[in-house]
């Protein structure tokens, strides 16, 4: 018998392996519970950091391409956004373990399986924290948007006037065609994109401006014809041709044709049948 356990020393011997098995079922959880949650947090921070990234390129965009002024609310979205996120994984762990989880075992309802995984309440406190900040942050940069659409729309009318202008003359102006072309693109494709380079986008917004300041005459109708001392009529008369609409000599005065004709742009672009 000696070699043959006593029943009591065996029951104890099961006792303590369930009671083992059961401790690490317990810590099990509580590391699936670590993990859950700061995986919940880290999520929402990334969510927080995009939000920041995109409302750093619009303000870069609005101040230094149209020489806007970012909302004054900004800065403290943004010191609200940093407090926030100003957090190391060692603290998103303390958060976690200083929650009330007990080594007690865990119960399970009756269609349950496995143990549900739930949120901490102070891990709880902190994501309503960093969904505040985020909802700030993307209220100051809808508002900077709402701004730049404002610019967008502006120059757009400004470039398309020219380029109705360009159509007419040809495109006699290889290099002012080209400028339109681009500020075309910023504008429609690039502007909005904050997945781009804010600097990358200033850039290339100021020289395609300085371009444009070089073609002043070019710009519009309007220009065009006070640089050229034009009158309404020929304005008028070219302003149908935009259109794509034809003029007869019987359309067209003396004095339009012989302004027309004192113009090297419309003597040469513009054709007239009889």
């Known amino acids: 018998m000696s070699g043959t356990q006593s029943l009591p020393t065996a029951v104890d011997a099961l006792e303590d392996k369930a009671r083992k098995h059961k401790q690490a079922q317990n810590t099990q959880y509580h590391v699936s519970i670590a993990r859950h949650n700061i995986s919940e947090i880290n999520s929402e921070l990334d969510n927080l950091e995009e939000a920041l990234r995109d409302l750093r390129y619009y303000k870069t965009v609005l101040e230094d391409a149209f020489d806007g002024s970012a909302p004054t609310m900004l800065g403290s979205a943004v010191q609200t956004?940093?407090?926030?996120?100003?957090?190391?994984?060692?603290?998103?762990?303390?958060?976690?373990?200083?929650?009330?989880?007990?080594?007690?075992e865990i119960s399970l309802d009756e269609d349950e399986t496995e143990p549900k995984v739930e949120l901490?309440?102070?891990?709880?406190?902190?994501?309503?924290?960093?969904?505040?900040?985020?909802?700030?942050?993307?209220?100051?940069?809808?508002?900077?948007q709402s701004k730049l659409k404002s610019k967008r729309d502006t120059w757009s009318t400004r470039v398309s006037a020219a380029e109705e202008l360009q159509k007419i003359l040809g495109g006699q102006n290889s290099d002012f065609s080209r400028t339109l072309n681009?500020?075309?693109?910023?504008?429609?494709?690039?502007?909005?994109?904050?997945?781009?380079?804010?600097?990358?986008?200033?850039?290339?917004?100021?020289?395609?401006?300085?371009?444009?300041?070089?073609?002043?005459?070019?710009?519009?109708?309007?220009?065009?014809?006070?640089?050229?001392?034009?009158?309404?009529?020929?304005?008028?008369?070219?302003?149908?041709?935009?259109?794509?609409?034809?003029?007869?000599?019987?359309?067209?005065?003396?004095?339009?044709?012989?302004?027309?004709?004192?113009?090297?742009?419309?003597?040469s672009a513009v054709e007239l049948s009889l």
């Open 81 to 104: 956004a940093e407090n926030v996120a100003d957090v190391t994984q060692d603290d998103l762990l303390g958060n976690v373990k200083s929650s009330e989880m007990s080594n007690d």
């Open 120 to 144: 901490t309440s102070e891990v709880e406190t902190h994501l309503s924290q960093i969904r505040s900040a985020k909802e700030q942050v993307e209220n100051v940069s809808e508002t900077i």
């Open 182 to 267: 681009h500020m075309h693109r910023l504008l429609t494709r690039d502007l909005m994109d904050s997945s781009g380079s804010a600097s990358k986008f200033v850039s290339e917004w100021e020289n395609a401006t300085d371009s444009w300041e070089k073609h002043q005459s070019l710009q519009s109708f309007d220009d065009f014809k006070e640089k050229h001392g034009l009158s309404d009529s020929t304005i008028e008369d070219v302003k149908t041709l935009s259109k794509s609409q034809q003029l007869t000599l019987a359309d067209v005065s003396i004095e339009t044709l012989e302004e027309m004709k004192r113009v090297d742009e419309l003597e």
